[in-house]
């Protein structure tokens, strides 16, 4: 990703290279476009003089995005949560109408083969976690429902962490990082959210 400043706005250029399937950039470019057409707090593609999207550095694939203000948190309050929670429901339901799907790359059929490639690393530091994460895929595996239809799911985020939000004190100005996106259950994202953004408990005076 690179910052570029013109004397009428900032952007940001991305050059994809390995983590995204080139195949699927219409699809984020598309779906970003959408949000910010629902005014959504993300960037906003910008077209090249033929009204396209993707464009090509060196034989490799790259957008102009719109820059978007704002800071990464290191602490999280109640606040700051709140935020996420409304933005993330605001997205959910603004993307309803969306026509085009991509599924899961991450869901949990792909769990246990990244897994296994971590065990496999020589520098492996948490250990100790294996035979904990191990159990808990099995215990995944066997009780993960065989009647889905009932359960929510349409186009969510899936990688919402604290790098992939921007705030202006208490105010979220932005969410970015849209290349994990795809159709799985809102309960993944919430899931995801959980797992990041709600480590700390912070008093009534926002002490730890």
Same mark, same amino acid.
């Given at each position: #990703?690179?910052k570029?400043k013109?004397?009428? *706005? #900032?952007?940001?250029?991305?050059?994809?290279?390995?983590?995204?399937?080139?195949?699927?950039?219409?699809? /984020?470019?598309?779906?970003?476009?959408?949000?910010f057409?629902?005014?959504?707090? +993300?960037?906003?593609?910008?077209?090249?003089?033929?009204?396209?999207f993707?464009?090509?550095?060196?034989?490799?694939? +790259?957008?102009?995005?719109?820059f978007?203000?704002?800071?990464k948190?290191?602490?999280?309050?109640?606040?700051? +949560?709140?935020?996420?929670?409304?933005?993330l429901?605001?997205?959910?339901?603004?993307l309803?109408? &969306?026509?085009?799907?991509?599924q899961?790359?991450?869901?949990?059929?792909?769990?246990?083969?990244? /897994?296994?490639?971590?065990?496999?690393?020589? *520098?492996?530091?948490?250990?100790h976690?294996?035979?904990?994460?191990?159990?808990?895929? /099995?215990?995944?595996?066997?009780?993960?429902?065989?009647?889905?239809?009932?359960?929510?799911?349409?186009?969510?985020?899936?990688?919402?962490?604290?790098?992939n939000? &921007?705030?202006?004190?208490?105010?979220c100005t932005?969410?970015?990082d849209?290349?994990?996106?795809c159709?799985? &259950?809102?309960i993944?994202?919430?899931?995801?959210?959980? #797992?990041?953004? +709600?480590?700390?408990?912070?008093?009534?005076?926002?002490?730890?």
């Amino acid at each position: #990703n690179y910052k570029i400043k013109t004397s009428k *706005n #900032n952007y940001i250029l991305t050059i994809f290279e390995k983590r995204v399937n080139e195949s699927e950039l219409p699809f /984020f470019i598309a779906l970003q476009k959408h949000l910010f057409e629902k005014n959504i707090n +993300c960037p906003e593609p910008i077209a090249n003089k033929s009204n396209e999207f993707i464009n090509k550095i060196v034989g490799k694939k +790259c957008v102009i995005m719109s820059f978007l203000e704002g800071d990464k948190l290191d602490i999280v309050s109640p606040k700051h +949560c709140y935020e996420v929670g409304y933005h993330l429901a605001k997205m959910h339901y603004s993307l309803k109408d &969306f026509g085009m799907i991509r599924q899961n790359s991450l869901n949990h059929s792909q769990w246990k083969g990244i /897994f296994d490639k971590c065990k496999l690393s020589k *520098n492996l530091k948490d250990e100790h976690l294996i035979d904990i994460i191990e159990r808990e895929l /099995f215990f995944l595996k066997e009780k993960w429902p065989n009647n889905i239809a009932n359960i929510p799911k349409g186009i969510i985020h899936a990688d919402l962490f604290k790098d992939n939000v &921007f705030f202006d004190n208490y105010k979220c100005t932005g969410i970015i990082d849209f290349y994990f996106a795809c159709v799985d &259950f809102y309960i993944y994202d919430l899931a995801i959210c959980i #797992n990041d953004w +709600c480590f700390d408990k912070i008093d009534s005076e926002g002490k730890f």
